[in-house]
């Protein structure tokens, strides 16, 4: 069987940061036994939220997290970084995102995908027949 490069929502997504053990809200992730290191530590990205006025003009830091995240995958299931980064950026410079339109836009980077691999097979046959 054939993997193909494809998209998949995830039901929610929360950006993190590296952080200390020691600050508030840090999440600890363990790592393989085989890693040199134990385990490290995150934390939910805050971003300033401006939601209304407040008395003093300050904004209200939030979680940066997103519901139906769509995640472009490679032909081996992981992760497209550049296409992620892509669509994470488009989605956080949005005021009010429609996931519906970014799950389309993965949909399109994965058949982009899939071309970049058909077109690497063309170009290797040609320039091994050559």
């Known amino acids: 069987m054939t993997r193909r490069a494809r998209k998949i929502l995830l039901p929610s997504l929360l950006v993190t940061e590296i952080a200390e053990a020691t600050e508030d809200g840090a999440i600890r992730i363990r790592l393989p ?27 209200i ?16 299931g992981a992760p497209w970084a550049e296409a992620n980064v892509y669509l994470l950026s488009r989605i956080k410079d949005s005021q009010a995102p429609a996931m519906s339109t970014y799950s389309s836009i993965a949909d399109d980077l994965a058949a982009y995908r899939r071309y970049l691999k058909a077109i690497a097979f063309v170009l290797a046959l040609s320039f091994w027949s050559a």
């Open 61 to 76: 830091p939030s979680r940066v997290q997103f519901n139906l995240f769509p995640l472009v995958l490679d032909t081996e």
């Open 33 to 59: 036994r085989n890693s040199p290191h134990e385990a490290y530590f995150v934390r939910p990205r805050q971003e300033e939220a401006h939601v209304g006025r407040r008395l003093n003009d300050s904004s």
